[in-house]
């Protein structure tokens, strides 16, 4: 093929794509989660536009999802799994022992930490999977390093019979930056699935032979981190150098343009012997990094007095400015521009924390939840939102699927005093609803779940799962039955009702609640934000309103109070999706559809 | 001439492909680009902000414009330009939609809207009326190529750049509504708005 170079913009997520496809990743694997969701589109649209074998698919959990993508490494397919941090949780179990295996085909774990926490549950940082587990970690600092450095994982990871890490954080995975790359392709056809049980079969005995055989691999690996394409002295000025890795290398060289900086591509396994002769040339090194100290305690262990950042540091997202205020706070000198001082948020602004979507088709639901005073056990996803005000409607959230495990151990601890109701989104239910629910049955649980279908992973951009009926590449696929599996698990009640019918979701949750015995209530109607408006929209008409407020505590963004309108809401035509929630909670019925019947998706 | 040139809304006004179209017509003026946002949760309703870097003389490095640091700011909705007005530099100038939407607390009877967001907005820059624009063209969605449009009467990107940044960012079958929304904007900027190019 001849060599045919471009230049794009590209989101770090696209950039990881584009380097997968250029190492000939022909398998790929994941389960949506921000902020890695859009690699695995990205890889199809690689192979739409340069070509290539590639197969893709939505797993239906982080665990399954890494699961068959080391099947297809064992075939001899080069594979890319991609998921956001707390998947890797999910994954973990295989993670570690696949280590130990090792791999046939090459094959990249991309995980994309949320350091600030802008779309998680936490703020863990990854890295430290990849020293507990003995599997090298790259960490990209742009765009142009995503799409190189995961080639070069997919390369690493077949030379050296072991995964590799590759550690995005939101600002890698989300920024875009140019890169620059060659529109060609490594190719490296599947052989079939090798029968070598002393690799593959970890049972003690060969278990035990692998691990003699991890530590030098992993070594062998260290030997990458020596290569100047993935470990880069930038030659610089002043009494102070700097070790970074990740984002943390970009906002240092922001800060302090013309200080040294050793800048590590691989944090593990360290190139202990390039970071001892940097720090030998200088007085004073500074580990720069997001979240934990990580590389700082791995530079410590070499034996090299360096310095971390301020403890403080440590929480949140790392910005330029964050960093120039720790790295003044250590005396060391930044230029001007961070001294100056720099006006505070104006203050008592009204925030704007993200609501349920106009149209929602979850809205109703907690409002029908909390007439019946129960706890909300809560799950993960959209509807995670209706535990803010106004609806106040969920309890907790810790954890896919984990609504459901939550609820039977209240059910169980207070033994039938306090009701308790699971939520669970459609695609939560897949990921890791199934084997709560099958928990709580066994062990004669007394509690409702309640799942609610918006055929879709909404949260994430709307991407499919098995209860859509479609595949990532839009195949047709036999959608997930809620109702049907929960009745064959051995749910005696169970109750199907849609959106629109509230005296139905009434009666549903009104018999499941009252059920002695588990039981689940299916609620189901489509996106609004994936699937188009539902209907024309409402106006209020303000000679009918009584200005009670009561479509107002919907918290529905497209209500609100106009300035000029004597306390009397007003709907925005602009955001309205015509669900008609807030015309049917109306005491006074001032609220109506506009004339023009059904609108355009 | 670097800019550092901050976007701000509301999640679903369009504020990630008003990025996109600068940081495009960046590069297809032959600059140096960043762009930072964040996605996901924050997107439903949330104040959104996207940060594009550009550059045709020194290197960038952040994708993030340091704080009190942005030439431009462009928001879309009132209450977001006042809550990111700070981030602008001390000769930064402002580029407003006249757009109010109070966030859900404030329909909540919390803090309220504040009674004169475009007096502190207008004495940093201007405040148009984009929505208005956008809406008589049956775009009601596109508010965010009107101000780009005025954008790029004060940027240094070349004409044929923004048109190349059109064409890849916008689906075709919305792109001559856009194309001439975004000319509406430069017209709106080059009549209304003399303090953005005085600086």
Redesign the interface.
């Known amino acids: 093929m001849s060599a045919e170079y471009r230049k794009m913009i590209l989101s770090g997520n696209e950039a990881v794509a584009l380097g997968a496809w250029q190492a000939g990743c022909r398998f790929a694997a994941a389960y949506p989660g921000t902020p890695s969701s859009e690699i695995l589109p990205a890889l199809q649209q690689c192979r739409a536009r340069l070509g290539g074998d590639l197969y893709a698919e939505w797993s239906v959990n982080e665990k399954v999802a890494l699961e068959v993508a080391v099947g297809a490494s064992l075939a001899g397919a080069r594979s890319l799994v991609a998921m956001k941090h707390v998947g890797l949780n999910v994954a973990a179990d295989p993670f570690f022992t696949l280590a130990y295996t090792g791999v046939e085909a090459g094959l990249v774990v991309v995980t994309a930490d949320d350091p600030g926490m802008h779309s998680s549950q936490n703020e863990q940082d990854n890295r430290y999977y990849a020293s507990h587990a003995h599997v090298p970690l790259l960490e990209p600092s742009d765009s142009q390093e995503a799409c190189d450095f995961t080639r070069l994982a997919i390369e690493m990871s077949e030379a050296c019979d072991l995964p590799v890490l590759l550690r995005l954080t939101t600002r890698v995975a989300h920024s875009r930056t140019v890169v620059e790359f060659e529109a060609a392709q490594s190719t490296r056809a599947p052989t079939g699935a090798p029968v070598n049980p002393a690799k593959y079969v970890m049972l003690p005995g060969y278990a035990k032979g692998r691990r003699a055989t991890l530590e030098a691999r992993i070594e062998a690996a260290g030997e990458w981190g020596l290569r100047e394409d993935i470990t880069r002295e930038v030659a610089g000025e002043g009494p102070v150098g700097f070790i970074a890795s990740g984002m943390g290398y970009q906002h240092v060289r922001e800060v302090l343009p013309e200080a040294p900086v050793l800048k590590l591509g691989m944090p593990y396994p360290l190139p202990a012997e390039r970071v001892r002769e940097f720090a030998a040339r200088l007085n004073r090194v500074i580990v720069v990094e997001e979240l934990e100290p990580f590389l700082l305690e791995r530079v410590l262990a070499a034996g090299l007095a360096v310095e971390g950042l301020p403890s403080e540091l440590r929480v949140g997202e790392l910005t330029p400015m964050r960093l120039a205020a720790g790295l003044a706070a250590m005396g060391v000198e930044v230029g001007e521009r961070w001294h100056r001082s720099v006006a505070e948020p104006m203050g008592g602004l009204p925030p704007r924390p993200p609501v349920l979507c106009p149209g929602c088709a979850h809205r109703y639901v907690f409002t029908a939840l909390a007439r019946h005073k129960v706890f909300v056990a809560g799950d993960i996803g959209c509807y995670t939102l209706a535990a803010l005000p106004p609806l106040c409607g969920m309890h907790t959230c810790l954890a896919m699927g984990a609504g459901i495990s939550q609820a039977h151990g209240i059910a169980k601890a207070m033994e039938g005093k306090q009701s308790v109701v699971a939520v669970i989104g459609d695609s939560t239910f897949t990921h890791a609803g199934l084997p709560a629910l099958l928990n709580a049955i066994y062990n004669h649980s007394n509690m409702t779940v309640l799942v609610l279908d918006n055929r879709s992973t909404a949260m994430t951009g709307g991407q499919d799962h098995p209860g859509t009926g479609l595949t990532l590449s839009g195949e047709a696929s036999a959608p997930f039955d809620f109702a049907a599996v929960a009745r064959a698990m051995g749910v005696e009640s169970v109750h199907e009702a849609a959106v629109g019918d509230h005296a139905g979701i009434d009666e549903a949750l009104a018999r499941a609640i009252a059920f002695e015995g588990p039981s689940l209530v299916v609620v189901t109607g489509p996106c609004p934000l994936r699937y188009g408006a539902l209907a024309a929209p409402y106006t209020v008409d303000p000679e009918e309103c009584i200005a009670c407020n009561e479509c107002l505590r919907l918290g529905c963004p497209a209500i609100s109070v106009p300035g000029d309108s004597d306390g009397k809401p007003a709907i925005d035509e602009a955001l309205c999706t015509g669900c008609g929630l807030c015309a049917k909670t109306c005491p006074v019925g001032a609220i109506s559809q506009r004339e023009g019947g059904e609108a355009g998706g | 001439m670097a800019d550092d040139i901050l976007i701000a809304g509301?999640?679903?006004q369009g504020v990630v492909t008003a990025g996109?179209l600068v940081?495009?017509a960046a590069?297809a003026g032959g600059y140096?680009?960043?762009?930072?946002?964040?996605?996901?949760?924050?997107?439903?309703?949330?104040?959104v902000v996207s940060h594009v870097r550009i550059s045709d003389s020194g290197?960038i490095?952040?994708?993030?414009i340091?704080?009190?640091?942005a030439t431009w700011l462009v928001a879309l909705e009132m209450?977001?330009g006042?809550?990111w007005?700070?981030m602008?530099a001390p000769t930064g100038r402002a580029i407003v939609d006249d757009r109010r939407?109070?966030?859900?607390?404030?329909?909540?009877g919390?803090?309220?809207?504040?009674a004169d967001p475009a007096g502190?907005l207008a004495e940093r820059g201007c405040i148009l009326c984009a929505t208005e624009i956008a809406?008589a063209e049956g775009a009601?969605?596109a508010v965010n190529t009107v101000l780009l449009g005025a954008l790029s009467v004060c940027l240094n990107l070349p004409l044929e750049a923004w048109r190349r940044a059109l064409e890849e960012c916008i689906r075709p079958k919305h792109l001559d509504v856009n194309r001439r929304l975004f000319e509406a904007g430069q017209d709106l900027a080059r009549r209304t708005a003399a303090n953005l190019l005085t600086g």
């Not at chain 2, 490095?61 to 993030?64: A, L, R, V, W």
């Open positions: 509301i999640g679903g996109d940081a495009h590069l140096q680009v960043k762009k930072a946002e964040v996605h996901g949760m924050s997107q439903r309703g949330g104040s290197a490095y952040s994708p993030m340091p704080d009190g640091a209450l977001e006042l809550r007005l700070w602008l939407v109070p966030p859900t607390s404030v329909i909540l919390g803090p309220s809207y504040p502190p809406t009601p969605r």
